[in-house]
């Protein structure tokens, strides 16, 4: 394998990391939501002021974070149910970065930026993916445009757009969402903004996420600001940490951290361990501690003083909160 292939390989590997993760998160902000119709563009119209964390709504926003921050039994239930949504939009990306076929071999041959032909993959349970774009093979820039038109794979149909964009020589992919809608024909879910993805290696990436997302069904918007999720797994466990501001439309925002990393291990739904904080109005602020894959503390400062008043021990089943999207 020369230089070039060796380059395009490691291209298609972090790419496929990337574009997985971006599907995953997508996927799981709609699990749990209604029915309706979608594609109009998202904006939050919620209260965007800090949330008063109390006692009574603390462990409905762990877990709405746990659930878009990937750390909770949602994302392995949705891995569970059916496939995520991963092969068709993703191999069409990786069709073009990562020379699959004659035609993109030639443009990457070229010493500059050069228009990609336009290609259209079929969904496999219907609608089509047009893909088109420019590569330059002399610096490695590519920057991809994904049109889903009622595209469906493997239960999931998609519709909107999506920009790729990134360096074969960088580990950096930035995705620009507009009006993408996802649905499994119960659920459907339309999402708006931006999101940046890195690699430190195969095993670890970066997401930084800046959107919104809105349940079709009951019109509640979300927003992700600087939210970021460094997920690191191996065949024994996955490595979860989570920060940024998450604004619940009723609540308003918290600001996320999590002190010690989420510990999934292989085989189970929830952390093991772990410390998830939440900060809002004042000094109100939420600790959830995962105290084995069966149950998680949580304790509630909402008086302001530095001290958790409140302290409750549930299953990881009991951990109560209207989903993302719901």
């Not at 010690?260 to 904080?277: D, F, H, W, Y």
Request: with cysteine; proline share 3%.
């Amino acid at each position: 394998m020369n230089s070039s292939d060796t380059k395009h390989l490691e291209t298609r590997q972090k790419i496929s990391l990337f574009f997985y993760t971006f599907f995953l998160l997508l996927s799981l902000a709609a699990c749990g939501g209604g029915g309706g119709g979608g594609g109009a563009p998202v904006t939050f119209t919620g209260k965007t002021s800090p949330a008063e964390i109390n006692e009574s709504n603390a462990e409905n926003l762990s877990a709405q974070v746990l659930d878009v921050g990937q750390a909770r039994g949602g994302t392995l239930r949705l891995k569970t149910d059916r496939d995520l949504p991963r092969p068709g939009a993703m191999d069409a990306l990786l069709t073009i970065v990562g020379q699959k076929n004659s035609v993109t071999q030639n443009t990457f041959s070229a010493q500059k930026p050069v228009a990609i032909p336009q290609e259209i993959e079929a969904g496999s349970c219907g609608g089509q993916l047009v893909v088109n774009g420019t590569v330059d093979d002399e610096n490695g820039d590519f920057n991809v445009n994904l049109r889903f038109e009622g595209f469906c794979e493997s239960g999931w149909t998609f519709s909107g757009t999506v920009n790729a964009q990134g360096n074969e020589n960088s580990s950096t992919l930035v995705l620009k969402v507009s009006s993408l809608t996802v649905s499994d024909g119960t659920v459907s879910t339309t999402m708006n903004g931006s999101m940046k993805a890195s690699a430190g290696s195969l095993t670890t990436s970066t997401i930084t996420l800046d959107v919104a997302i809105r349940d079709n069904g009951s019109g509640r918007t979300f927003l992700l600001e600087d939210y970021r999720v460094i997920t690191t797994f191996n065949s024994s466990e996955t490595r979860i940490n989570i920060s940024g501001r998450f604004y619940e439309p009723d609540e308003g925002f918290v600001e996320i951290s999590t002190p010690q990393s989420l510990r999934i291990l292989a085989g189970n739904r929830n952390p093991s361990s772990g410390v998830l904080e939440a900060r809002g109005a004042g000094n109100t602020r939420m600790r959830l501690t995962a105290l084995s894959s069966a149950e998680f503390r949580l304790d509630v400062d909402a008086n302001e003083d530095g001290l958790f008043e409140s302290t409750t021990v549930k299953n990881w089943s009991e951990l109560n909160g209207t989903p993302v999207g719901a």
